[in-house]
């Protein structure tokens, strides 16, 4: 299960997509902003998702073959684990 | 110790002593009317995260803190930065500490001459008033004290970064975005945090952001100068 913690805030910020942490256990320095198809994974894995209902639901919203859906879905995976924004 | 202020247009209580007291002092109000915002002292409760610091400058940091913090609940917030007024419009130029914001403001000084002034000289705050952003003097503004008790127009914001040549040009998208926002008071609270994002997409929306590298030479104030006083809002 791929599923972030508490405390993060994304907003449009002037057309770009902002991901800040608030409260009092996340980085507060760890500021990203995000792709669309880094927002669509985003969304998702903030409520909570299984990595291969994730591929399945990327597969559904953009041309993309299975390869690459599942390659794009553990790289950003291991990017959100690596910054310690997963639970 | 606490006395009455007006600050960035708000009344404003502050308890307090030492350095911060001694540099409210020009923005003290009249009467007792029922405060905006109410600034407690703090010191004794952060004092310990600040090990290398005075017991005064403690309370200085904290208060400016507590105040910008509450700043966000009256649509203005701070950005790091050093603050040039001339001919009545305000100029702010961000960076972290160390990169000479204060450096090349002051090139505009003598640039300029009687026409201009620092507005704030560390932690302007800036606020929409009616659709119309406003930089702001403040008590808390760096270490010589350098501030004016006034509220002016914004016309422009620079990320300065250091460069052996000048240039200066528009800066948008998501390198813009992350610089302003790292230097804005980010209260860790999400409701403040939300609240910033949301003053801070209708900021880049309405007012030029810039992207100046300059060296210390005279003609950085003046390569900046002739970029930023273009105009009040984007597309003019």
Known sequence: MLKLKEGFILREVAGETVVIPSGDELDLNMMITLNET???LWERIAQGIEETDLVTALLAEYEVDEATAKAAVARFAAQLRDKGFLI | MSFYYKIAGLNVKIESFGRTLEQAKPYLSEGDV????VVRSKYEKVRDNYPYLSDEDVEYLASGGAFYRELLKFDGFMLHSSAVVVDG????FTANSGTG????????LKQFGEHAYILNDDKPALRRI???WYAFGTPWSGKYDISVN???PLAGIAVLERDVNNQIEPYS???AVLDILRQANRPKAMEYRIKLMELLDQLIREVPIWKLRCNMEQEAAFVAYQAMSGGLKKGE
């Open chain 1, 38 to 40: 880094g927002r669509f």
């Open chain 2, 34 to 37: 029922s405060p905006d915002i």
């Open chain 2, 89 to 92: 419009l305000a100029y702010l």
């Open chain 2, 101 to 108: 914001k204060s450096t090349h403001t002051a090139l505009w």
């Open chain 2, 130 to 132: 009616d659709g119309i």
């Open chain 2, 150 to 152: 006034t509220g002016v």
């Open chain 2, 173 to 175: 998208g998501k390198d």
